[in-house]
């Protein structure tokens, strides 16, 4: 029962910030027996949960009078709970952003060797246009990686194995390799621009996506593999991987690594 009241007092103040925030007029009292009422899962709910779904819907469980409380699944519940809330894309960049500059960090621990081509998120522009903007860039000898950043929700539909929840993160997955590939080769064709310039050493460009979540891939295309057994779309230790590990002739003979144009 300790327990139980620390939490309500812990949900009290989180429903008074909201309430504050939304301009929601209610007792503050009453939305925390409404959230724990919902959240606290009974006999009908215990039957039917699917543990296989790798994702647990409360950390409130009923048994008969007692209220046992999860404390150690506590945060990542709430942390599911509350990271799709808002959809609205300027929430999406600030993760995306977020992600990148981890990810750029983290690289530079696992590969100290690499260098930077562009600043991260650097945009570059053309002909006093916008060309494209770099998430995160490195080179290696003569091959520079243009590296797209995602960092996506994953659904437990996802995780499930659902056949359209699977076919729909495809679809993200193929628009993102689109995406990366028509900057890639912007770059290769106009490697000097308004504010940057291509180190002249950097005779290879390599498109890439690297995701927070590993992402399903349903063709063996060199379109989607940026060498054999390597996809496009990869996580953060395969991008460790192609960067440090896989042959640069590999890597350069796929036919979607563009080479850079330069003026004879």
């Known amino acids: 029962m300790f327990q139980f009241d620390v939490l309500s007092g812990l949900m009290g103040k989180f429903m008074f910030i909201s309430a504050k925030h939304f301009n929601l007029i209610s007792s503050i009292d009453s939305l925390v027996r409404r959230f724990l009422d919902r ?16 994702w647990f819907p409360s950390f409130l469980f009923s ?18 709970i509350l990271q799709p809330a808002s959809r609205k894309p300027e929430t999406r960049n600030l993760k995306g952003r977020h992600f990148e500059t981890t990810l750029g960090k ?17 945009k570059l522009r053309y002909d006093g246009r916008v060309l494209a903007e770099m998430d995160l860039s490195f080179q290696q000898r003569n091959v520079g990686y243009v590296v797209d950043c995602k960092a996506y929700d994953v659904s437990v539909q996802l995780l499930l194995g659902d056949v359209d929840a699977v076919n729909t993160r495809w679809s993200y997955a193929d628009e993102w ?21 291509l180190n002249e050493s950097v005779e290879y460009l390599i498109p890439l996506v690297c995701s927070a979540y590993i992402e399903p891939v349903e063709s063996l295309e060199e379109r989607y593999l940026v060498a ?7 996580t953060p230790l395969e991008l460790v991987d192609i960067l ?14 563009f080479r850079v144009e330069r003026a004879e």
């Not at 959240?39 to 790798?54: K, N, P």
């Not at 028509?182 to 504010?195: C, I, M, Q």
């Open 39 to 54: 959240m606290v899962l009974r006999d009908v709910q215990l039957q039917s949960l699917e543990i296989h779904g790798a």
């Open 63 to 80: 048994m008969g009078e007692t209220i046992i409380i999860d404390w150690s699944a506590a945060i990542y519940v709430l942390a599911a």
């Open 106 to 122: 983290w690289l530079q621990t696992k590969a100290p060797h690499l260098q930077y081509l562009f600043g991260p998120n650097k």
């Open 177 to 197: 390799i689109s995406g990366c590939l028509k900057r890639t080769k912007l770059l290769a064709e106009k490697p000097v621009g308004n504010n940057y310039r």
């Open 228 to 234: 054999p057994k390597l996809p496009r779309v990869c």
């Open 244 to 257: 440090d590990s896989t042959s640069i002739d590999a890597l350069i003979s796929n036919p979607y690594t």
